[in-house]
C-alpha cells in the first residue's frame, strides 16, 4: 500500500534516499547531516486530498526526500549540499551546493567534536592551567552554536563551548554542574576541529570594566551546590502530596490509523515529524469540514543582552541552528503524558547516512480543561455544565540547558490551542563574589543568569473551508457621542480591514485586534457573514536588540507579531532557511513580504510571532518552573450553534469531597443545584 504524501519517512525510504545520493558521489566521502520528507508541491496534495475526502482512492504520489550532507572534498574541506531525490523513481531531482555561502545545521556529532577539541588543545590545557578547581570537581564543555558573525569576522564554521565545574564527590553523574560556571569560552574552527582561541570572560559587576581583567586563579571557590535531582536534595522530595491519578477505563476516544491519521471528537488530521520542526499538524477537518492544511513551530530565537565580548554573539536559532527534531526527547523516559498515551516514534540518520529508529518523540493524550459551558437556570435550580475535553499532541526537546515543551491542544469544540512552555536551566556566567549586574540576576552565589527572550513564530497554513482565504483585521473602536449614531455614547464600533498583499502588523490590546482567517465565498447562513477563524495576537514584548545590530538583522521575523503572507512550496521557516552564523534574515518572513503579491481570496500563510523577555529571578534556580505561552485559534461564525452543545453533561462519579462523600448533589435531577431539588426564588 503506498504511504500517504504526509507521513514521514521510513527507515526503508531513507536508505533508498541516501543510496541515490551516494551514487551520485562515487569515490567520495559523505558525512551526512539529515534525511527527511520533502513534501509534495501543494498543488499535488491538494488533489490528493480531494479525492482522499471523497472516499475515492487517491493516485500515489511519488515519494520525495530532503537529503543534507557534505562532501569532502580533496582538501579536505567539507562542502554542504542539498539534494531532493524523488526515492519511488529513484532519482534526484534538485541539487545545490550551499556551503560557500551559508552553514548547515548542527548535528550531534559535530557537539562531540568540539569536547574531542577541547580534549586535545594545548592552547585549552594552557588556559585552564591558570585555574585551580576545588578537589573533586572536573571540567564539563556544554557546545553551543557560535551566532551571528560580529564586524570583521570571516564565514568560517565555528563552534563555541561554554565551561563548568561538575563537582563528582556525590558519584552521581546528574549533579548540577551548571552550579560552577567558569570564565572563558574555547572557539573551535570546525573545518580543522581544533581550537583556535579561548576567549576570557569578564566577571565583574555593575561600574566594573566591560573586559576581562586579571582572574581570580580560583573562579568557583565562592560558587554554591543546588541540585535538582530528587536524591541529592538535602531533605529529599515531599512526601505528603498524595497521589493523583488520570486513568480512562474504557480507553482513549481517539483513534489512530495509518501511522500518521488521527481522529477524535469530530477533529481528523495527520502527524508527522521533522528534524527542523518536530511535529507538524496536517490536513485539519472539524466535523467534516476543512479548517487548516499545515500547522507548525516555525522558529525560536533566544539572544543574550549582556553587552559585554564575546555575549553579544550568544544568540540560538533553536529550530534553524540545531533543529527541533534533533533534540526531541523520548517522552517514555518520563512523566511527560499522563492517561492512556499513544507514542509516535520518528527515524533519524547517522553520519553514514542509515537510519536510526528514535522512539516516543510526540506524545498523544486526552485531558480535561475545565467547564466548557455551563447555565443554571435560576427559576428551578437545575445546573447543566459540560466539560471541555482536549487532545494533545506533544513534543518537548532539550537544548543544552533549556527545556522547551511543544503542544497542539484541539478542544471539542473547534478550537485550537498552540502551547509552549519554557523550563529547563538557566544560563549562567561566573561573575565575583558579593557583586550584582545590569546584565541578569544573581541566582546562586558565583552564578549571573543574564537577561534573554526567546521569541517564537508559528507557522499557521490555512484551509478555511478551502484554501482561498483572506486575512482581515478586526478592530473594536470607540464612536465619539453624535446625534446620528451615537448619541448617548455607549456605541462603539466594529472596523474589519482585509489585508490585500503580503505585510506585517501588531498587537494592539487598546483596539482589541484581532485577525480572522476568512473564506469570503463560504458565507455562514446564520450571520451573513464569510466563515472564519480567529486569534487576538499575543500582547507580549517583542525583539529588544538595536535595530542595527546583527541580533535584531539575523531575526527579521522577531520585530513583529503578525505576518500575513502568500504561500510559496517550500517556505516554512520565519528566519529562511538558513540561520547559523547568519548576519541577516534571508529568505525569511520578511522577504516574503517584501514580494508584494495579492493575498486577498489566495492561498495564504500567516505567521504569529510571541515570546518571553526573561529577565531571570531566584526562584528560576535551579531549574525554572514553566513559563507558558498559548495562542488561542477559535472558530468565528464557522458554525451555525455551538459546535460542543452536545457534549455529555453526566457527572464524574469517581470526584469526590474530601470526606469520600459525593461531590454531586444527588438528591435531584442531573445537575440539581438547591436543598432536595427545589428552585431558588431571587425575585422574592
Not at 559587576?205 to 543546588?226: A, F, L, Q, Y
Request: with cysteine; hydrophobic share 35%; charged share 25%.
Amino acid at each position: 500500500m503506498a504511504r500517504h504524501p504526509f507521513e514521514q519517512l521510513s527507515a526503508q525510504e531513507t536508505e533508498k534516499a541516501r543510496d541515490i545520493v551516494l551514487k551520485l558521489h562515487p569515490n567520495t566521502h559523505i558525512f551526512f547531516r539529515y534525511i527527511f520528507l520533502e513534501e509534495a508541491p501543494k498543488s499535488e496534495i491538494k488533489k490528493y486530498l480531494e479525492a482522499e475526502h471523497a472516499g475515492k482512492t487517491p493516485e500515489a504520489l511519488n515519494r520525495r526526500a530532503m537529503v543534507m550532507y557534505d562532501v569532502i572534498g580533496d582538501d579536505k574541506i567539507p562542502y554542504y549540499n542539498e539534494s531532493v531525490v524523488d526515492i519511488t523513481a529513484g532519482k534526484r531531482l534538485d541539487h545545490k551546493v550551499v556551503g560557500k555561502e551559508f552553514h548547515a545545521s548542527l548535528t550531534v556529532p559535530e557537539f562531540r567534536s568540539l569536547v574531542e577539541a577541547v580534549e586535545k588543545s594545548q592552547m585549552f590545557k594552557e588556559c585552564l592551567e591558570e585555574y585551580k578547581l576545588p578537589e573533586g570537581f572536573e571540567l564539563v564543555v556544554e557546545p553551543w552554536p557560535y551566532g551571528g558573525l560580529l564586524p570583521g569576522e570571516d564565514n568560517k564554521r565555528y563552534f563555541q563551548g561554554l565551561c563548568f565545574a561538575q563537582d563528582t564527590r556525590s558519584k552521581n553523574p546528574d549533579s548540577n554542574f551548571y552550579s560552577f560556571p567558569l570564565p572563558f569560552i574555547p572557539v573551535m574552527d570546525a573545518t580543522t576541529q581544533e581550537i583556535i582561541r579561548v576567549d576570557r570572560l569578564a566577571t565583574g559587576g555593575k561600574d566594573d570594566p566591560m573586559e576581562p581583567t586579571k582572574h581570580n586563579p580560583r573562579p568557583v571557590d565562592h560558587c554554591t551546590t543546588s541540585e535538582y535531582v530528587p536524591e541529592l536534595l538535602p531533605n529529599g522530595p515531599r512526601k505528603d502530596l498524595k497521589p493523583l491519578n488520570v486513568t480512562q477505563p474504557e480507553g482513549p476516544s481517539f483513534t489512530v490509523t495509518d501511522n500518521s491519521l488521527v481522529e477524535w471528537q469530530g477533529w481528523r488530521f495527520r502527524v508527522s515529524f521533522n528534524p527542523r520542526e518536530g511535529a507538524v499538524l496536517h490536513d485539519l477537518h472539524f466535523k467534516g469540514r476543512s479548517v487548516m492544511y499545515r500547522l507548525s513551530f516555525s522558529e525560536m530565537t533566544v539572544p543574550y543582552s549582556d553587552a559585554r565580548y564575546p555575549f553579544a554573539r550568544k544568540q540560538a536559532f533553536d529550530f534553524g541552528d540545531g533543529g527541533a527534531g534533533t533534540c526531541a526527547n523520548n517522552l517514555s523516559l518520563g512523566c511527560d503524558c499522563l492517561g492512556v498515551i499513544k507514542y509516535f516514534d520518528s527515524v533519524v540518520t547517522d553520519t553514514e547516512g542509515k537510519p536510526e529508529a528514535a522512539p516516543n518523540v510526540v506524545c498523544l493524550h486526552e485531558q480535561d480543561n475545565g467547564i466548557a459551558w455551563k447555565h443554571t437556570n435560576w427559576r428551578t435550580g437545575r445546573a447543566v455544565v459540560a466539560r471541555n475535553r482536549e487532545l494533545v499532541v506533544q513534543f518537548i526537546i532539550t537544548l543544552a540547558n533549556y527545556e522547551y515543551i511543544f503542544a497542539y491542544k484541539l478542544d471539542t469544540m473547534g478550537g485550537i490551542n498552540i502551547e509552549t512552555r519554557a523550563t529547563g536551566i538557566v544560563s549562567v556566567v561566573n561573575i565575583d563574589p558579593g557583586k550584582q549586574s545590569d546584565y541578569g540576576n544573581v541566582v546562586s552565589e558565583g552564578a549571573l543568569a543574564q537577561n534573554h527572550q526567546h521569541i517564537f513564530c508559528i507557522r499557521i497554513d490555512p484551509a478555511v473551508d478551502g484554501h482561498k482565504n483572506t486575512a482581515v483585521i478586526e478592530e473594536s473602536l470607540p464612536v465619539k457621542m453624535n446625534e446620528k449614531t451615537n448619541p448617548r455614547g455607549n456605541y462603539y464600533e466594529i472596523v474589519k480591514t482585509p489585508i490585500k498583499s503580503p505585510r506585517w502588523l501588531d498587537a494592539d490590546i487598546t483596539k482589541n485586534r484581532v485577525i480572522k482567517i476568512t473564506n469570503p465565498s463560504s458565507i455562514n447562513p446564520i450571520s451573513g457573514r464569510p466563515v472564519s477563524y480567529k486569534f487576538a495576537p499575543m500582547a507580549t514584548q517583542l525583539l529588544l536588540a538595536d535595530q542595527d545590530s546583527v541580533q535584531a538583522q539575523r531575526a527579521l521575523f522577531a520585530q513583529h507579531h503578525v505576518w500575513v503572507t502568500k504561500h510559496m512550496d517550500g517556505e516554512l521557516y520565519a528566519a529562511g532557511r538558513y540561520t547559523l552564523q547568519s548576519t541577516r534574515e534571508q529568505g525569511g518572513v520578511a522577504d516574503m513580504v517584501a514580494r508584494k503579491e495579492d493575498t486577498e481570496n489566495e492561498d495564504i500563510v500567516v505567521w504569529a510571532t510571541f515570546g518571553l523577555t526573561h529577565n531571570p529571578r531566584v526562584e528560576d534556580w535551579p531549574v525554572m518552573p514553566v513559563e507558558i505561552h498559548e495562542l488561542k485559534l477559535r472558530p468565528a461564525d464557522f458554525f451555525t450553534e455551538n459546535p460542543g452543545i452536545d457534549l455529555p453533561t453526566n457527572r464524574n462519579e469517581a470526584s469526590r469531597l474530601a470526606n469520600g462523600d459525593s461531590c454531586c448533589d444527588t438528591n435531584g435531577t442531573n445537575g440539581t443545584n438547591g436543598t432536595n431539588g427545589q428552585a431558588r426564588n431571587f425575585m422574592g
